[in-house]
């Protein structure tokens, strides 16, 4: 919660501080976005290579894992894809490019907003980029606050797809709570990561 409300607030403060006038050059850039991107890449990549349970994560594979993360994915893009009847002067992948966020609302929002910039504009691609940036924030809390709520109407399994990417880290401790099944921890763990991988892969396919 308390990181989220960090974001929240640097997000106003870069608002307030844009329209003060006072911004300097360097940060109008072009290049810019694409080296924060580049950055936020490289850490996703080590943050997967040190994982101290990859090991042990692998040996535990089950080719049934993969169909929770194939089942977040197609029903969070089928969900998203329905703001194209709700707002207007968007195409439906940009809805699928926001969606495909799975709540790693760093990573896609910089992505979407330099992807789209060429083609719809800067200011069409920054407000594309806000909309993913509280989307996916929307989503993380949602898996905090409503974990325990979706594990007792539902199943652990549904707990763990509502968190999107955080089933891995920030929502995992929630999930355990809320389930009481310990064996549930390796599948949210490879769920969050298959998400993790995804998150460019599908973003970028959206928004080319």
């Known amino acids: 919660m308390k990181d989220n409300l960090l974001l929240f607030g640097s ?12 911004v300097p050059t360097f940060f109008h ?3 810019l976005p694409m080296i924060i991107l580049e950055l936020l890449i490289i850490q996703v990549g080590i943050g997967v290579g040190s994982m101290d349970n990859l090991r042990s994560l692998f040996k535990d594979f089950h080719w049934e894992m993969l169909l929770l993360p ?3 994915i197609a029903g969070t893009l089928l969900f998203s894809s329905l703001g194209i009847f709700i707002f207007q002067g968007h195409h439906l992948r940009d809805f699928l490019a926001v969606g495909s966020g799975f709540g790693y609302y760093s990573l896609s929002s910089v992505l979407i907003n330099n992807l789209k910039a060429a083609t719809i504009g800067a200011a069409a691609a920054n407000q594309l980029a806000t909309v993913a940036l509280l989307a996916n924030i929307s989503r993380e809390m949602l898996g905090l606050f409503g974990c325990k709520f979706v594990a007792r109407k539902g ?12 089933s891995m880290d920030v929502c995992l401790p929630s999930i355990m709570r809320s389930t009481g099944n310990k064996r549930l921890m390796p599948i949210a763990i490879f769920h ?8 460019p892969l599908l973003v970028t396919f959206f928004c080319s």
């Open 11 to 22: 997000l106003l403060g870069g608002i307030f501080f844009g329209m003060s006038g006072h």
């Open 29 to 31: 850039d072009p290049r």
């Open 155 to 166: 199943s652990g399994f549904a707990a763990i797809s509502v968190c999107g990417i955080s």
């Open 70 to 72: 194939a089942f977040t």
């Open 192 to 199: 969050g990561l298959c998400l993790e991988v995804s998150v």
